[in-house]
């Protein structure tokens, strides 16, 4: 699969900024008081999808390595979560009950990961500057890592929808990380099911980040992470978005630290997503119900787990973290044997 152990200066640096070019603010004494761990509720909503009292644990902590604890997948049919220490190059496995163990090295800087529709891991491997797929075998399929000829930037994060098309983000190609880039921009993809066909689907957003569809597949969230902002757009039958449907679903912005990287849904709809101060629940609507305080300056990932899906996995720049919700999270796909 290539790669080199750790990664350079240079690259943690870039990689680094995935979790921290969006949002402003420090992390001082005042914000530490201001983010002691509670959950706080916004709306009465709030209460058939978690408890104000459910306490929020800390599982596992010292990754990232420079380049921040990411990409949380859960892998049901082994009862574990997969998460990226980026800048050690590694993902990282959390066994329930059991702690953490190393699953592999050299991973090109992967970031974010999810499973298609046959329970493969997918992975944007951010020094590769590719997307790939493992395959039952342990080899890996490229499934993007070109458009038009030219290489992509640097993908971030990624989703299968249930036809087996993969969206993926792919920013970097930004004044603040000065590059050589053969795109000139920023751009959201599709790649067809059968990995023939890659379609950019929007280049208007400032720093695409995370993504994650509707229960019904009908809308397309994407963070434009610079901007604070989570924005939707509808779904045309053919998977590529209808981009005059384009509007901003949520604003993350406050006085603490912090503003949306990956996010993910619920069953009921509900989004997930990291903002000022700890993670936001909002209803389909874009209403804010209430925000989960975890105490960190900035959440990464999100994941849902567990073996009824009710446990929320946040990643933080070094930390696994999780609480219990009453509602279940949208399923990954399990491997099919």
């Known amino acids: 699969m290539g790669g080199t152990g750790r990664l350079s200066r240079r690259q943690m640096l870039e990689l680094a900024a995935g979790g921290s070019v969006a949002f402003a603010g420090g992390f001082g004494a005042a914000h530490s008081a201001e983010l ?88 944007c491997e951010g020094v590769a500057r590719r997307v790939t797929r493992e395959e039952p075998d342990g080899s890996f399929t490229v499934i993007a890592n070109t458009y038009q000829g030219k290489r992509i930037n640097k993908p971030n994060d990624v989703v299968v929808k249930s036809d087996g098309s993969v969206y993926f ?47 019904d597949e009908k809308i397309l969230y994407i963070g434009d992470s610079r901007r604070t902002q989570i924005v939707a757009f509808d779904v045309m039958p053919n998977g590529l978005l209808a981009n005059q449907t384009q509007r901003v679903f949520v604003d993350l912005k406050g006085p603490e630290p912090g503003g949306p990287d990956g996010f993910k849904v619920d069953m009921a709809g509900n989004l997930y997503t990291g903002g000022a101060g700890g993670i936001y629940i909002v209803d389909s609507s874009g209403k804010k119900l209430g925000r989960i305080v975890h105490g960190q300056p900035q959440t990464t990932n999100i994941a849902f787990g567990g073996d009824d899906w009710k446990t929320l996995y946040f990643t933080t720049h070094s930390t696994l973290g999780s609480v219990q919700l009453k509602t279940a999270g949208l399923p990954v796909p399990a491997r099919k044997i």
């Open 36 to 123: 002691k761990p509670r959950i706080e509720q916004f709306d009465p909503a709030l209460d058939k999808i978690i408890s104000t009292s459910e306490p929020i644990r800390t599982l596992a902590t010292g990754f990232g390595g420079g380049g921040n604890t990411e990409g949380p997948v859960w892998w049901k049919e082994g009862g574990f979560l997969l998460f990226s220490s980026i800048g050690d190059n590694q993902v990282i496995k959390y066994t329930p009950g059991k702690g953490t163990s190393i699953y592999r090295e050299k991973t090109n800087g992967a970031n974010g990961h999810t499973r298609d529709i046959q329970g493969r891991l997918v992975a």
């Open 169 to 215: 983000t792919d920013p970097w190609n930004i004044p603040d990380l000065p590059q050589p880039w053969d795109l000139d921009y920023n751009g959201v993809y599709r790649v067809s099911p059968d990995l023939g066909t890659i379609n950019l689907l929007t280049r208007d957003l400032f720093l695409p980040n995370g993504l994650a569809f509707s229960p």
